[in-house]
């Protein structure tokens, strides 16, 4: 019998991207029939997949079979992408905000905005969908696009995606690499900062630099989350934790949501599928070690990177909840890592 649950409420995806590039509005109804890629609404009927966070990210111009060709090799460090100012990265931000906004007029999910939104999604069947953005391109120096998101259901931001803007740095994909790969947050980073706190907004820091981590661990009031990130004492990827980053995410009652991309998850650093769900278990007991079982999840990056091939899109995240019971983890824990922990550390950034 095919194990869909408990249900996963995952910690990054990158769909709207994904439809923005295949049409932009006019294709959000194939999230409803079915999507080449990892989730779409079929897909997560059949898998137990019950929503999460739904990335705003601006693209950069650049050659992805190239990087990806670099990826495989046995070192690799893919130079930033350039800086991406406001007014070029505002028109794609309010496309993919407006292909999330449609995918709720049709039915599809529904915009959260707190813990109890997430709990009634989960208890009727419907998809739960965190407004999220992925560096913070879109918003002015002043903060007032970021106010406008926040009323349009904003409830989380990563103030960086690997690349600099005018709020940080961003650390780059580089292996073997240790996260500290430039400066942190710059004045205007730390009024974003600031902002999130006072309206609520989860930070999320899993493209930050390791300078840029330390900045918001010192100035912000909430739990550090990292909602897509992985353990460098595994894999020595620039896009992972230090133990000593991990030990302050768990001083602050934060968490780690788990990434599925393969480049992060392998030793050897290499962005191929070939990957056995035993080595994503190796990083979830790491985490688990540091973190402790109430601060560890799922943030898988659907359809924005390479996955294990036995989890190749939400259809197959039975297999890795059998895995999981396999490898020893009871009922209460693989709750916790599904879902519960999620809500239990939203709920303590957001408020009940």
Not at 57 to 81: G, I, Q
Not at 184 to 206: K, Q, Y
Not at 290 to 312: C, F, N, Q
Request: aromatic letters at 6%; hydrophobic letters at 45%.
């Amino acid at each position: 019998m095919v194990k869909t649950s408990p249900l996963i409420f995952d910690g990054h995806n990158d769909v709207l991207s994904k439809l923005a590039s295949a049409g932009g509005l006019s294709e959000a109804g194939r999230f409803l029939t079915g999507l080449d890629g990892a989730i779409d609404l079929v897909k997560a009927r059949s898998g137990g997949f019950g929503g999460g966070f739904f990335a705003i990210w601006v693209p950069s111009s650049m050659d992805l079979a190239a990087k990806m060709k670099k990826m495989v090799e046995p070192s690799y460090d893919l130079p930033l992408p350039d800086q991406i100012d406001a007014e070029d990265a505002l028109p794609a931000a309010l496309g993919q905000i407006a292909i999330l906004l449609e995918l709720e007029r049709l039915g599809a999910l529904q915009v959260v905005r707190s813990v109890a939104d997430i709990r009634d999604c989960m208890a009727q069947g419907r998809m739960a969908a965190i407004f999220h953005i992925e560096g913070a391109e879109a918003i002015d120096t002043d903060l007032h696009a970021l106010d406008v998101f926040y009323a349009a259901g904003l409830r989380s931001i990563g103030p960086v995606w690997s690349r600099p803007n005018i709020f940080g740095h961003g650390v780059p994909l580089k292996f073997p690499s240790g996260p500290d790969t430039g400066d942190g947050l710059t004045d205007h980073g730390l009024r974003l900062v600031r902002r999130c706190n006072a309206l609520g907004i989860m930070l999320d820091l899993s493209h930050l630099t390791e300078k840029g981590f330390w900045d918001v661990a010192r100035y912000s009031e909430a739990p550090l989350v990292a909602t897509h990130s992985n353990a460098h004492a595994i894999c020595p990827h620039a896009r992972n934790l230090t133990d000593d980053q991990l030990r302050t995410i768990a001083e602050s009652d934060g968490m780690v949501g788990l990434n599925f991309a393969t480049a992060f998850l392998r030793e050897d650093g290499q962005m191929v599928s070939d990957v056995p769900l035993t080595q994503v278990l190796r990083h979830i007991d790491h985490l688990i070690d540091i973190l402790g079982e109430d601060r560890v999840g799922l943030g898988s990056d659907y359809d924005g990177a390479m996955v294990p091939v036995d989890v190749t899109n939400v259809s197959m995240l039975p297999r890795l909840r059998e895995a999981m019971e396999r490898h020893g983890y009871g009922e209460e824990l693989i709750k916790k890592l599904c879902h519960e922990n999620w809500l239990r550390v939203l709920e303590k950034t957001w408020g009940a």
